[in-house]
C-alpha cells in the first residue's frame, strides 16, 4: 500500500522559510520520480516542482529559485526547502508520486504565508 505523509508546513511571514517533507512508504522510491503540488483556494492543483529518479529537477517559474526540491533515497524522503516566502505561496502542498497507471497522492501540508 503506497502512502505519502507530508509535514513541515505553518504558518509565516512574507520573507520567511519553511521546509516541507514527504516520506513514502509501499514503493521502491528510489526509481521514482517524485513531485510537489499545490492548491490555493478557488484554484486548481498545480504543479510546484518535481524530481526524477536521476536527480534532475523542474520547477514552476513562479517559485525558481526560491524553492529546492530534494531527494534522499536512503530515507525514502523528499523535500522542499522555500525560501523568501511569499503571501501568493499560500496554498495546501501535495506530494506526488505515479509508480504505474495509479497517481498517489498524500494528505497534504497547509503553508500560510501572512503577516
Known amino acids: 500500500q503506497v502512502q505519502l505523509v507530508e509535514s513541515g508546513g505553518g504558518l509565516v511571514q512574507p520573507g520567511g522559510s519553511l521546509r516541507l517533507s514527504c516520506a513514502a512508504s509501499g514503493i521502491i522510491f528510489r526509481i521514482y520520480t517524485m513531485g510537489w503540488y499545490r492548491q490555493a483556494p478557488g484554484k486548481l492543483r498545480e504543479l510546484v516542482a518535481g524530481i526524477t529518479r536521476g536527480g534532475s529537477t523542474n520547477y514552476a517559474d513562479s517559485v525558481k529559485g526560491r524553492f529546492t526540491i530534494s531527494r534522499d533515497n536512503a530515507k525514502n524522503t523528499v523535500y522542499l526547502p522555500m525560501n523568501s516566502l511569499k503571501p501568493e505561496d499560500t496554498a495546501v502542498y501535495y506530494c506526488?508520486?505515479?509508480?504505474?497507471?495509479?497517481?498517489?497522492w498524500g494528505q497534504g501540508t497547509q503553508v500560510t504565508v501572512s503577516l
Open positions: 506526488n508520486v505515479r509508480p504505474g497507471a495509479t497517481e498517489y
